[in-house]
């Protein structure tokens, strides 16, 4: 299994991102998708979560800002990142989880500053 994240960048606080991911390969018994993010020095931490159904789950820092989404025919998973702030500033990591495995992305940077 791949999954291709892009969609990160430099923006200023308020604005706006979004990001995508694609799972590729041996996607049967894919489940729930979702997004985590690190920085430097501290444990990479839940951003938001869809499950194959489309329950979502979200960090309690990002609820209000953060849409998660996904379309299964594409087998990708969207976070539209609305009024960031300074402190979203990290590394985004894309993740799919099976019965049997777990799989991360390469990782996307997002810079919130003026």
């Known amino acids: 299994v791949q999954l291709q994240a892009s969609g990160g960048g430099l923006v200023q606080p308020g604005g706006s991102l979004r990001l995508s991911c694609a799972a590729s390969g041996s996607i049967f018994g894919l489940n729930d998708m979702g997004w985590y993010r690190q920085t430097p020095g501290k444990q990479r931490e839940l951003v938001a979560v869809i499950t194959s159904s489309g329950t979502t789950n979200y960090a309690d820092s990002v609820r209000g800002r953060f849409t998660v989404s996904r379309d299964n025919a594409k087998n990708t998973v969207f976070l539209q990142m609305n009024s960031l702030k300074p402190e979203d500033t990290a590394v985004y990591y894309c993740?799919?989880?099976?019965?049997?495995?777990?799989?991360w992305g390469q990782g996307t940077q997002v810079t919130v500053s003026s």
């Open positions: 993740n799919a989880k099976f019965p049997w495995n777990n799989y």
